[in-house]
Structure formats: structure tokens, C-alpha cells
């Protein structure tokens, strides 16, 4: 496509239930980041993926959070037992390459937490 | 580690000033540098790249310069007008620690 893809754009769930945050990046973009946002802030680095396997998965919480890219392109991120200070803005961003390349962000996943 | 950091935090001005937004951060180590504009509820739109041997990048009425030395990048917007009003976020793309945001300006451009 165009752009990177986030779907979907909201996700309300209820405290201690599954959610899955799906990314598809720019066609060609090796290299695949997801970051969250809370308000007023600036967003966080969770995971860095270069082709299917994670670079870098220093940025994730805790171990309620996981990340696939099982082929390179589409990505999930994935959030067990939700927490309300999960709430956040999912962001997802795609490169060309690691080194020096302008990074691209998709419009974001809105995750509520009830 | 890396922290980057913004000043102002936000910033109103009328219609037509010229205007200057700071970004420092404390690790030279950088591959680039990257600002980006966000509007309220949307993802981040990405403004200027800035590599790391280069000083400086233009685009219409944005120039956004680099020193890297000193941990200093700033981003120059001439003429503002009311559609510049947004979030304006620089990142760095930190070796080993990927893009590292700093927390933003807000501007307002009062028409």
C-alpha cells in the first residue's frame, strides 16, 4: 500500500481480556517498529523488527506483551491479561533499511482499557 | 542512554511570525535525526530527515538544521499560518536504541 496500515484505528476491551494490534507496512520495508504513546507524551519504543525476527524487544513492558512478524511484512502485537495502564496509542512505523532511513508511522491503534 | 529533549513545550503565536522549535539530545552517536508533526488523534507525519553528516535540510517553509556536536537540532518554520498548528516531535535514531522521541512542541498559530 501506500502508507503503513493500523487496524484497528480504536480497540476498547475490558481489563484482563486478549487484544491483537495489526500493522501492515510499506510493500518492501524490511525494517518494522512498534512504539506506544500516552497522552502529552512523546511516543516509547517497544519492539524493532528487521525482516521476521525481532532486532530489539527491549522496549516491551513485561511479558504480557508480544510481537510477531511471522513473514516479513504484517505484524501483530499482541496484549494478554490487559491492564488499564495499557491504554495507550499503538503506534506502528515501517523503514527501508536499519541504517539512516526515514522512518514512516502509520495513524495508530486508540487501545482503551475498561 | 539517550533522552532527547524539547523546548518550548508549546508555543502560541500569530499568523505569519516566523518561528523556531528546539530539540537536544545527550548522545552524539546518532545515524539521523527526524522531525515529525502530529495532529490531534493522528499518527506522526514525517517532516525533515537529517542524516548525520549533513547539517541541515529544507522543504517549503520548514528548515530544520543539526549539530550534532553539540546535541542541538533545530526547526525553523517561516511564515507559520494557522494549518502549521500541531504537535511537532524530533526523534533520533539512536545506534542500538532505535528512534528515541523527545516529547514534543505544541504550537498554536492564531489566525
Known amino acids: 500500500g501506500a502508507g503503513v496500515s493500523q487496524t484497528p484505528s480504536n480497540k476498547v476491551t475490558e481489563k484482563g481480556k486478549y487484544v491483537e494490534l495489526r500493522c501492515d507496512p510499506i510493500s518492501g520495508h524490511t525494517a518494522l517498529y512498534w512504539y506506544r504513546q500516552s497522552l502529552g507524551q512523546g511516543p516509547e519504543f517497544l519492539i524493532y523488527?528487521?525482516?521476521?525476527?525481532?532486532?530489539?524487544d527491549s522496549g516491551l513492558p513485561n511479558d504480557r506483551f508480544f510481537a510477531v512478524r511471522p513473514e516479513g511484512s504484517v505484524s501483530t502485537l499482541k496484549i494478554q491479561r490487559t491492564e488499564r495502564g495499557d491504554s495507550a496509542v499503538y503506534l506502528c512505523a515501517s523503514s527501508s533499511d536499519r541504517v539512516g532511513a526515514e522512518a514512516f508511522f502509520g495513524q495508530g491503534t486508540r487501545l482503551t482499557v475498561v | 542512554k539517550q533522552e532527547v529533549t524539547q523546548i518550548p513545550a508549546a508555543l502560541s503565536v500569530p499568523e505569519g511570525e516566523n518561528l523556531v522549535l528546539n530539540c537536544s539530545f545527550t548522545?552524539?552517536?546518532?545515524?539521523?535525526l527526524q522531525w515529525f508533526r502530529q495532529d490531534p488523534g493522528k499518527g506522526l507525519t514525517s517532516l525533515l530527515l537529517i542524516q548525520s553528516s549533513q547539517r541541515e535540510q529544507t522543504s517549503g517553509r520548514l528548515n530544520a538544521s543539526l549539530d550534532k556536536s553539540s546535541g542541538r537540532s533545530t526547526l525553523y518554520i517561516a511564515a507559520s499560518q494557522p494549518g502549521d498548528s500541531a504537535t511537532y516531535l524530533c526523534?533520533?535514531?539512536?545506534?542500538?536504541?532505535?528512534?528515541?522521541f523527545g516529547p514534543g512542541t505544541r504550537l498554536s498559530v492564531l489566525p
Open positions: 548522545d552524539s552517536a546518532i545515524y539521523n
Open positions: 526523534a533520533v535514531d539512536n545506534y542500538g536504541q532505535n528512534f528515541v
Open positions: 523488527f528487521q525482516g521476521t525476527g525481532a532486532a530489539d
